[in-house]
């Protein structure tokens, strides 16, 4: 009986033995391994793949506009006022002309003639006349009043950059007027009432001429009609003699 017994656990262990020999012959073989050369085999370390794992040096970026950039407040606005507007249309036309308009057809019948005997008396002691200004619109002398008041009170020393631009425009239309700092223009004047005009007037005068004298230009203006009323503050003025002023 125990002989029986253990031929059967012979032939159990056998029959187990070739199962597990058939079940390996059954599984495929491993791929053959191909040849690495050094490089990759250094590569394959392991300190090398960790480092290969790690994040990459942030690049570094120029910091960015906002979006809502702070817009700057604009600058004060100049606390003087500018000049007023013209609304004459006779007054504009004198302004519209780059220089001084020279209107003599609003002169007195009486200061056109002086004028005329005036002109005659220089040229026939050789000297020259030239016209700058004659009869004015009512409008326009306010205009010329406004635009001295600006420069000389409010804008010739001002420094405030905000009114540059005022300071620059009135500052060119008092030249451009040839208006005098000593000399403000009235309320009522000679020019609107047609009875004055300016006139630059000049004599070349020789030394043999000079020796016997000098020639007047007010003696010739007297002689013609005319005189300067205020001759060291407005000399080029020239009013009617015997005219009536408002």
Request: glycine share 6%; charged share 20%; with cysteine.
């Amino acid at each position: 009986m125990k002989a029986s017994r253990r031929l059967w656990c012979t032939l159990a262990s056998l029959a187990v033995c070739g199962g597990l020999a058939a079940a390996q012959d059954l599984q495929p073989a491993p791929p053959a391994q191909q040849p690495t050369s050094w490089l990759q085999s250094i590569w394959d370390t392991p300190i090398f793949r960790w480092l290969a794992g790690l994040d990459p040096v942030p690049s570094v970026q120029a910091p960015q506009a906002p979006i809502f950039a702070e817009i700057a407040p604009p600058p004060p606005p100049c606390s003087i006022a500018p000049l007023p507007p013209i609304t004459d249309s006779a007054a504009l036309s004198f302004e519209d002309h780059s220089a001084p308009v020279v209107n003599l057809d609003g002169l007195t019948p009486r200061t056109s003639t002086a004028l005329t005997r005036f002109e005659t008396l220089v040229s026939k002691r050789g000297g020259s006349l030239t016209l700058t200004s004659a009869y004015r619109p009512e409008a326009y002398q306010q205009h010329l009043r406004d635009v001295w008041y600006k420069w000389m009170d409010e804008l010739k020393d001002n420094q405030d950059p905000a009114c540059g631009t005022l300071k620059a425009q009135v500052g060119d239309e008092f030249v451009r007027h040839q208006l005098l700092p000593t000399q403000h223009p009235v309320t009522v004047s000679d020019h609107t009432l047609g009875i004055g005009f300016d006139a630059a007037v000049l004599f070349p005068v020789p030394a043999a001429k000079r020796r016997r004298g000098r020639i007047s230009l007010d003696r010739i203006a007297h002689l013609a009609g005319m005189m300067r009323p205020d001759i060291l503050r407005d000399p080029v003025h020239f009013r009617l003699i015997g005219g009536r002023r408002g």
